[in-house]
């Protein structure tokens, strides 16, 4: 009995494997919202991390210790940041900006899981506004493979990046409103 008890386990260690060595090798994740201001207006608040800070969902959590380095914006700002198990630590880093269409940013994760992503923004001129688009790309190891069939890294990051482009979208036309008073 505990020898076909052993060999079920043993098959289901096997299927689990086999799913998580089918998963994609790199990990991209994409999305877009418009925004009803010129990509003058946006650039700015994608460019500087401190800036980026006032929007970006992983960091609302008021526990996340921030640090800044290198320039207040453009290639070389960076921030550090360390938080809770959901947020963990590492670094983010401009390494690429041209005014006012594209920020390319290195992700360092240290924790929870150990990473390097490449994240880019790009800001389209669009009639009345713009197309902002959050794209982030990384290798997708055996560990982070394994950990995506039971938590959809699509999914779950995907909806922060909605609600940081909302957040984002909300500042600007916030501000743009403002302005006009």
């Known amino acids: 009995m505990l020898e076909i008890i052993g060999a079920g386990v043993a098959l289901i260690i096997a299927v689990i494997l086999v799913l998580a060595a089918r998963?994609?090798?790199?990990?991209?994740?994409?999305?877009?919202?418009?925004?009803?201001?010129?990509?003058?207006?946006?650039f700015p608040l994608v460019d500087d991390p401190r800036a980026t800070n006032e929007w970006s969902p992983f960091?609302?959590?008021?526990?996340?210790?921030?640090?800044?380095?290198g320039p207040e914006r453009g290639v070389g700002a960076a921030c550090d940041?360390?938080?809770?198990?959901?947020?963990?630590a590492g670094r983010v880093e401009i390494v690429e900006s041209v005014a006012?269409?594209?920020?390319?940013?290195?992700?360092r994760l240290d924790r929870p899981m150990k990473c390097s992503n490449r994240v880019e923004f790009t800001?389209?001129?669009q009639d009345g506004g713009s197309l902002v688009t959050w794209d982030m790309k990384g290798r997708q190891p055996f560990i982070g493979?394994?950990?995506?069939?039971v938590m959809k890294p699509e999914k779950m990051v995907g909806g922060a990046f909605e609600q940081g482009l909302s957040d984002l979208k909300r500042l600007v036309e916030t501000a743009r409103e403002e302005a006009a008073e």
């Not at 960091?59 to 380095?69: C, N, P, R, T």
């Open 23 to 42: 998963q994609p090798d790199v990990c991209h994740i994409a999305r877009s919202i418009f925004v009803a201001a010129p990509p003058e207006r946006v």
């Open 59 to 69: 960091v609302k959590d008021e526990s996340v210790k921030l640090s800044y380095a």
């Open 81 to 88: 940041f360390e938080g809770d198990a959901k947020v963990g």
């Open 100 to 107: 006012p269409s594209k920020v390319v940013v290195a992700l």
């Open 123 to 125: 800001i389209a001129p």
């Open 145 to 149: 493979k394994l950990f995506s069939l």
